[in-house]
């Protein structure tokens, strides 16, 4: 394994490169829920736990809602064993730190979307983020066609930086509709 010693610079350009690589790991995560996977369903999890968000008036916290939490912690767990068994210790450290700093950030601000009131609004950042976020929302499925909902669009979060990078580098990205924030 190549080794590459600690100090202030490759820190911060492992760094980068770890934000960046995480914001992937992000967007194939969603997709990957989406889609069916060696057979395995997975957009029905999703579409049943959190896509029904926009059609059931008194949304809770349910059993649906707690397996997706836990298919997204085990994809999450499952990219940061393959950090720890591809990199050096410190490098390694570096992207699994990065990723819970980014996947925390992200189930924050994800849960500020659906906030009538969110403190966030007041950057510019947020509400193209939300816009992008309701577009992404706005591919629903009908009875026995899922279709429409596995071919969605936006499925990344990149914060105030990156915003939808990755959807723009992978062909997933659609511009959001309408003037809602």
């Given at each position: 394994?190549?080794?590459?010693?600690?100090?202030?610079?490759?820190?911060?350009?492992?760094?980068?490169?770890?934000?960046?690589?995480?914001?992937?790991?992000?967007?194939?995560?969603?997709?990957?829920?989406?889609?069916?996977?060696?057979?395995?369903?997975?957009?029905?999890?999703?579409?049943?736990?959190?896509?029904?968000?926009?059609?059931?008036?008194?949304?809770?916290?349910?059993?649906?809602?707690?397996?997706?939490?836990?298919?997204?912690?085990?994809?999450?767990?499952?990219?940061?064993?393959?950090?720890h068994f591809l990199f050096v210790d410190w490098i390694a450290w570096v992207f699994i730190g990065e990723g819970a700093i980014v996947a925390t950030f992200t189930h924050y601000v994800h849960d500020q979307y659906d906030s009538k009131n969110p403190w966030m609004i007041r950057y510019t950042w947020f509400v193209k983020s939300r816009k992008l976020h309701r577009t992404h929302h706005s591919f629903k499925a009908e009875v026995g066609c899922f279709e429409p909902f596995m071919k969605a669009k936006n499925y990344a979060f990149g914060g105030p930086l990156t915003i939808n990078l990755a959807d723009h580098c992978l062909g997933t990205f659609a511009s959001s509709k309408g003037g809602e924030s």
């Open positions: 394994m190549l080794s590459i010693e600690f100090n202030l610079f490759n820190g911060t350009v492992v760094f980068i490169i770890a934000h960046i690589v995480n914001l992937f790991s992000i967007w194939l995560i969603h997709f990957i829920l989406h889609q069916r996977i060696v057979g395995i369903p997975f957009y029905l999890i999703h579409l049943k736990a959190h896509h029904r968000i926009d059609y059931v008036s008194n949304y809770k916290l349910d059993f649906l809602t707690f397996v997706e939490y836990m298919v997204w912690t085990l994809l999450t767990l499952s990219f940061f064993a393959v950090y």
